[in-house]
């Protein structure tokens, strides 16, 4: 079953060079890790030769996955999101009402997902919690350690 995401331009930009990278620099540099290893003589023994053949099996694999995030990918136009609530793509400014300390992210797709840079997966526990929501809503999380309360201070695109 296809799940769709929902991506900048920029986002499935970068989706689509990773991509790119992987199907015309790694796959070609593997290849000739494996013949360069298999050149080397007896394969029952060649660490090398296995090791480069895994590294193959991986690469194919992430090659594989990103091919179906891309193709199930939708890029949205942001100028006709509804800004009065979350939804992906919307930048928000909550407050943890038991500490009172005050947090601003980006909800994005999962492969866009970097919380160094602020930027929440929609399908986190807290991501899921805030879509919807409106500026002064109150959302009671559900984490791992228990239920969080945040209180929606600001939404923007």
Same mark, same amino acid.
């Given at each position: 079953?296809?799940? +769709?995401? !929902?991506?900048?331009?920029?986002? *499935?930009?970068?989706?689509?060079?990773?991509?790119? #990278?992987?199907?015309?620099?790694?796959?070609?540099?593997?290849?000739?890790?494996?013949?360069?290893?298999?050149?080397?003589?007896?394969?029952?023994?060649? $660490?090398? !030769?296995? $090791? $480069?053949?895994?590294?193959?099996?991986?690469?194919?694999? @992430?090659?594989?996955?990103? @091919?179906? %995030?891309?193709?199930?990918?939708?890029?949205?136009?942001?100028? *006709?999101?509804?800004?009065? /609530?979350?939804? +992906?793509?919307? +930048? %928000? @400014?909550?407050?943890?009402?038991?500490?009172?300390?005050? #947090? /601003? !992210? &980006?909800?994005? $797709?999962?492969?866009? &997902?970097?919380?160094?840079?602020?930027?929440?997966?929609?399908?986190?526990?807290?991501?899921?919690?805030? *879509?919807?929501?409106? =500026?002064?809503?109150?959302?009671?999380?559900? =984490?791992?350690?228990?239920?969080? &309360?945040?209180? %929606? *201070?600001? +939404?923007?695109?």
């Amino acid at each position: 079953m296809s799940k +769709i995401s !929902y991506y900048t331009e920029e986002g *499935l930009k970068k989706l689509k060079e990773e991509l790119d #990278f992987l199907e015309h620099v790694e796959r070609p540099r593997v290849s000739n890790d494996i013949a360069e290893a298999r050149d080397k003589g007896d394969l029952s023994e060649n $660490a090398e !030769y296995h $090791a $480069a053949k895994e590294e193959q099996s991986l690469l194919e694999l @992430k090659i594989a996955k990103l @091919k179906e %995030v891309v193709s199930n990918a939708r890029v949205i136009d942001e100028s *006709l999101l509804d800004t009065s /609530k979350i939804l +992906i793509h919307s +930048i %928000v @400014k909550i407050k943890n009402t038991a500490n009172n300390m005050e #947090f /601003k !992210y &980006t909800l994005v $797709a999962d492969s866009e &997902t970097n919380i160094k840079e602020g930027k929440l997966s929609v399908n986190s526990p807290i991501g899921k919690g805030l *879509l919807g929501k409106k =500026v002064g809503d109150v959302a009671e999380i559900q =984490v791992p350690n228990g239920v969080m &309360t945040f209180e %929606v *201070l600001e +939404i923007s695109r």
